[in-house]
């Protein structure tokens, strides 16, 4: 699927948008984002604005200061590499600095013009919510295995939430069965956090709960929706390929520990 760098541009700014940082630096149309050391996505550098690729001495002294905000907090340097990187060699560069390339991950879209959500199981009740409640996060916590501090930070994440979003629960009998949240913005919802309980996967939940994120995004006014998937959730993949998502472009992260 060809897609432009405008397309590529949008979503990495509303996927920002939809997960946001505790704090973020700007160095020049680089974004530094910190929260704690969860998710990478919080707690990396986009290089996603025009910066001058002639200027080599220019770049390395930003990859500098970019490395010793990060060590001054204890936290892995962590760079988001998209086909939009400015400058387009940042790879490049960050490998030969001894980065490792971690996570790959397939972004993937799909319209909402013909999507009609399916009735699922009538036994299994639909809870959504317009914040996160106590009760969601415990329970993406607990399905996610979270430890008390990536909570806390969870907490945070998605308080902090500026767009419109549905924070979805299943749940049968009382039991939560699946959770997961949806952001809408520019007419494009994302979806993120998509987890089942352990005990209740491959019976079709996660298909469930994806359609009733997706009707929540249509009645709203999106008409496409994005999500993101690493390339080695091979199930997910599975999942996304027959609710119609096809993938539009690739991401990874250049990681480098402290020395």
């Not at 749940?171 to 809408?184: I, K, P």
């Not at 979806?191 to 009733?212: E, F, S, W």
């Given at each position: 699927?060809?897609?432009?760098?405008?397309?590529?541009?949008?979503?990495?700014?509303?996927?920002?948008?939809?997960?946001?940082?505790?704090?973020?630096?700007?160095?020049?149309?680089?974004?530094?984002?910190?929260?704690?050391?969860?998710?990478?996505?919080?707690?990396?550098?986009?290089?996603?604005?025009?910066?001058?690729?002639?200027?080599?001495?220019?770049?390395?002294?930003?990859?500098?200061?970019?490395?010793?905000?990060?060590?001054?907090?204890?936290?892995p340097v962590i760079f988001k590499i998209?086909?939009?990187?400015?400058?387009?060699?940042?790879?490049?560069?960050?490998?030969?600095?001894?980065?490792?390339?971690?996570?790959?991950?397939?972004?993937?879209?799909?319209?909402?013009?013909?999507?009609?959500?399916?009735?699922?199981?009538?036994?299994?009740?639909?809870?959504?919510?317009?914040?996160?409640?106590?009760?969601?996060?415990?329970?993406?916590?607990?399905?996610?295995?979270?430890?008390?501090?990536?909570?806390?930070?969870?907490?945070?994440?998605?308080?902090?939430?500026?767009?419109?979003?549905?924070?979805?629960?299943?749940?049968?009998?009382?039991?939560?069965?699946?959770?997961?949240?949806?952001?809408?913005?520019?007419?494009?919802?994302?979806?993120?956090?998509?987890?089942?309980?352990?005990?209740?996967?491959?019976?079709?939940?996660?298909?469930?709960?994806?359609?009733?994120?997706?009707?929540?995004?249509?009645?709203?006014?999106?008409?496409?929706?994005?999500?993101?998937?690493?390339?080695?959730?091979?199930?997910?993949?599975?999942?996304?390929?027959?609710?119609?998502?096809?993938?539009?472009?690739?991401?990874?992260?250049?990681?480098?520990?402290?020395?």
């Amino acid at each position: 699927m060809s897609i432009s760098f405008d397309i590529i541009r949008t979503v990495e700014e509303i996927s920002l948008n939809a997960w946001p940082a505790n704090q973020t630096l700007v160095d020049e149309g680089w974004l530094l984002r910190f929260t704690g050391g969860y998710t990478r996505r919080a707690n990396s550098v986009n290089p996603i604005y025009r910066v001058d690729e002639n200027d080599a001495e220019s770049v390395i002294a930003r990859i500098d200061r970019c490395e010793q905000i990060y060590r001054r907090r204890n936290q892995p340097v962590i760079f988001k590499i998209t086909p939009v990187v400015q400058p387009g060699n940042l790879d490049e560069t960050l490998a030969q600095r001894g980065y490792a390339l971690d996570a790959p991950t397939g972004v993937r879209l799909r319209s909402l013009t013909e999507f009609s959500p399916s009735d699922g199981n009538s036994n299994v009740e639909i809870h959504l919510e317009p914040n996160p409640s106590t009760t969601w996060i415990e329970t993406f916590s607990d399905f996610s295995a979270l430890t008390e501090g990536q909570q806390v930070a969870l907490s945070s994440i998605v308080a902090n939430i500026a767009p419109l979003a549905a924070f979805v629960t299943l749940r049968e009998d009382g039991q939560a069965l699946a959770c997961g949240l949806a952001v809408l913005e520019r007419q494009m919802i994302g979806l993120y956090d998509i987890v089942t309980a352990p005990a209740a996967r491959g019976q079709g939940y996660g298909t469930q709960l994806l359609h009733a994120l997706l009707a929540w995004g249509k009645t709203h006014g999106a008409q496409h929706a994005y999500l993101q998937v690493m390339n080695n959730n091979l199930p997910a993949q599975r999942l996304y390929d027959r609710l119609g998502f096809r993938e539009i472009y690739q991401y990874w992260y250049r990681v480098k520990s402290g020395d």
